[in-house]
């Protein structure tokens, strides 16, 4: 390519990248610099306190506390100063028994992950407590270095609590919107992506599976990020007022998380009938009705966790899958109809509990 033609691609991919820039710096500027303000306070913080050496524990802990989503801050500061005190505290124990060999390191690291599995953060094991038995190791003199990494990183830990949900802070309306929609779209994917194979071949209904677990593993990683979310604003006097409306679209995440299970199980119908040459003829039938059902519902699906109301869409599932009860009551038909209706069933409300 040249000339012209040469020029304008270059034009083109020069624009491309400056805009993707830009919107790398709109949404991680924000959190890169909530990081360097609460380091550089934590810093100072602990030099007025009278750290005489650089505090580097001190600001270690913004950067591991902010480093991933800002709205848990609080429970990663706190997680952070108990894997710090339960480490050292191992470290010193083992330390005054033994000398540092091979075996001590093997049975610190050891104590460490066995304590930080009881630690959890996040769900996940704390590992912050074996590194922290791993890194008294470092220091000739363990005592002094277990007292100064427990009050500068405690002291890390309170100016992150303190400066996280005031520095830049995160919207969590604006987040579980994002997440709630992108559930939405996977479960969508996937309801009228499972349809589609349906006679496809073996081929194409196993990576159509495969393609539905990932899509339903990250409506589960949504799910757990809306409840962080929703324990966190419990901690950030920014956000009070956005409690209710956060309350309820956590809530229609949660549904989301439960819809996934029926979802992966029409999927997983779909692949095993598919390998049986005998249901050819089934399936054939089926791949004329499925589809417009699975579109039905998955019109229910976004509208539910849109904040829409989905009854109208569920209605008209309802009418298809009942007209398709009626001409084929054979039973792969009745399993591909399961799970849709399980999916319908959860999107109606449920009848309220009578008041005593």
Known sequence: MTGPAAATAHRDGRAGRAHRARELLRTEGPAAARIVVTVAVAWQAALWLGADQPPVFAAMVPLVALRGDPMTALGTSLQRILGVVAGVLIAIAVLNLWQPSPLTLALVVALGLGVGMALRAGGTSNIQVALSSLLVFANTSPDAYALDRI??????????????????????????????????????????????????????????????????????????????????????????????????????????????????????????????????????????????????????????????????????????????????????????????????????????????
């Open 151 to 356: 009050w500068e990183t405690a002291a890390g830990a309170a100016v992150t609590i303190i400066l996280a949900p005031l520095l830049w802070p995160p919207d969590p309306q604006r987040v579980l919107a994002a997440v709630a929609g992108d559930c939405a779209a996977r479960l969508s994917r996937s309801l009228t992506g499972t349809a589609a194979v349906l006679g496809g071949g073996p081929a194409a209904a196993r990576d159509n599976l495969a393609r539905v677990h990932a899509h339903v593993e990250a409506v589960h990683a949504g799910a757990a990020r809306a409840r962080e979310a929703e324990r966190a604003l419990r901690f950030n006097p920014m956000r009070r007022r956005q409690r209710g409306t956060v309350r309820l679209r956590a809530e229609r995440i949660a549904t989301a998380d439960g819809l996934a299970v029926h979802v992966a199980t029409l999927a997983g119908e779909v692949d095993a009938f598919t390998c049986r040459d005998e249901l050819a003829p089934e399936l054939a039938r089926a791949r004329l009705r499925v589809p417009e059902l699975a579109s039905l519902t998955a019109r229910a699906v976004e509208d539910a966790l849109s904040g829409d109301d989905p009854a109208a869409a569920v209605a008209a599932a309802r009418d298809g899958l009942a007209a398709y009860a009626r001409t084929d009551p054979r039973p792969v038909a009745v399993a591909l109809r399961r799970p849709l209706h399980r999916v319908l069933d959860a999107l109606e409300p449920r009848p309220q509990d009578p008041k005593g």
